[in-house]
Nanobody
Framework: QVHVVESGGGSVQPGGSLRLSCAAS????????MSWYRQVFGERRELVAR???????DYTDSVKGRFTISRDNAKNTVYLQMNNLKPEDTAAYYC??????????WGQGTQVTVSS
């Protein structure tokens, strides 16, 4: 069983920055893909960014140039540096970890609120 825990959410003003962290424990074979999703209440959960174990990265268009995803394979940890935050970035952010052996595990989510 893989346990996924996010941290680092909070409230900031527009233009501010936050750094999210996500640690996946219990995956003895390692984590292949780690992703960040976000969800506004009543809407679909959307992919924000993802990074493979080898370092391949994808971003959704709305965050390109503002968000940076990175990971520490030794710690099975992924980070999301969010700069120049906008009100439309307000959402619950979820980490999703896919082990090398298959399956996928969600964290409990962390709230990001961007407001003046």
């Amino acid at each position: 069983q893989v346990h996924v825990v996010e941290s680092g959410g909070g409230s900031v003003q527009p233009g501010g920055s936050l750094r999210l962290s996500c640690a996946a424990s219990g995956a003895t074979s390692g984590i292949f893909l780690m992703s960040w999703y976000r969800q506004v209440f009543g809407e679909r959960r959307e992919l924000v960014a993802r990074i493979t174990r080898g370092g391949s990265i994808d971003y959704t268009d709305s965050v390109k140039g503002r968000f940076t995803i990175s990971r520490d394979n030794a710690k099975n940890t992924v980070y999301l540096q969010m700069n120049n935050l906008k009100p439309e970035d307000t959402a619950a952010y979820y980490c999703y970890a896919q082990p090398l052996t298959g399956g996928g595990y969600w964290g409990q989510g962390t709230q990001v609120t961007v407001s003046s």
